[in-house]
């Protein structure tokens, strides 16, 4: 088949994106297909025909400690753009027998590419425009699944100014863990034990919009489930070496352990595995996801978020 691995673009994960576009380019051509890798901001000036199976630049797999400076990449773009499709892109999408989506983040994960690719009747993987852009809403993921069942940590949707930060931060049962309400990796996620902490957050919250969600903290296990053309995989446990599984611990070798299976007895294996399917049917997704539980001192299992 000819594939294009759509990655980077424009979202703090765009690191993540271009490091797993990447390995799935690699992966596939191992494989024996023809595969196309580009970013889809900066995109490409060169014809067409010489990308499919053109060299890797194989420092893109390295993941750095820091977010990038969008800015930055911004600056980069030689023909000075605003589209999150960069130059050619669209272009070498339609010559391929389908667009692999290793996308992350905003404009990747929320739906929005998605949508575009249906409208130019180009085949892509994973969930549609509509899954994509439910999951990406955490606050509208949780109000399905507390709906429905599923076990979620209490959680509030707050839209804030500057001004509202020192009321807000006195006003809230701590420990809470405050995170963007459409980001991934763990980018822009805190852990506030204390009143400073909470306003430190909030405020850094205001780089995302000033809309975050603030979610009752769990201790606990740090549980994953994927699943996999409607069925779940084994659960993986997650042990970050020292604080709690950040976008650095995430991404630096070494610095968590991922156990699979997951040590955990039979009963709350089923139960894991039943939610992650529940909570994927739920979304209205397809093909893939993996969803993210934290499991009490006393084995219940709390879905966070999930993911596409």
Known sequence: MKIVVLAGGLSPERNVSLSSGCKVCTALRQRGHQVAF??????????????FDAPLDEELTRVG?????????????????????????LELCAQADVVFLALHGACGEDGRVQAALDLMGIPYTGS????????????????????????????????????????????????????PMDSGSSIGVSIARTPAELTAALTS?????????????????????????????????????????????KYQPGAAV?????????????????????????VGLAVYSRSDF?????????????NT
């Not at 969008?70 to 960069?86: H, I, M, P, Y």
């Not at 425009?129 to 109000?143: C, E, F, N, P, V």
């Not at 209490?154 to 509202?164: D, K, N």
């Open 65 to 89: 400690r820091v977010a990038p400076d969008l800015e930055q990449v911004k600056a980069s773009r030689t023909d000075g753009g605003a589209s999150q499709f960069g130059p050619g892109v």
């Open 205 to 249: 919250g205001l780089s995302f919009g000033g809309r975050v969600i603030v979610e009752q903290y769990v201790s606990g296990r740090e549980i994953q489930v994927g699943v996999l053309e409607e069925k779940a995989l084994p659960s993986i446990e997650i042990i970050p070496k020292q604080g709690f599984y950040d976008y650095e611990n």
């Open 128 to 179: 549609n425009y509509l899954g994509s852009a439910i999951a990406m809403d955490k606050d509208l993921t949780k109000r399905l699944c507390a709906q429905a069942g599923v076990a979620t940590p209490q959680w509030r949707l707050l839209e804030y100014t500057e001004a509202e930060i020192p009321t807000l931060s006195q006003s809230r049962e701590l420990p809470l863990v405050v995170k």
């Open 294 to 306: 934290i499991v009490d001192a006393q084995g219940k299992p709390w879905f966070l978020e999930i």
């Open 258 to 282: 991922e156990v699979c299976p997951a040590p955990v007895d039979p009963e709350l294996e089923t139960l894991l595995e039943e939610t992650a399917q529940k909570v994927h049917a739920l």
């Open 38 to 51: 580009v970013d889809m901001f900066l995109g490409t000036h060169a014809p067409v025909e010489t990308l």
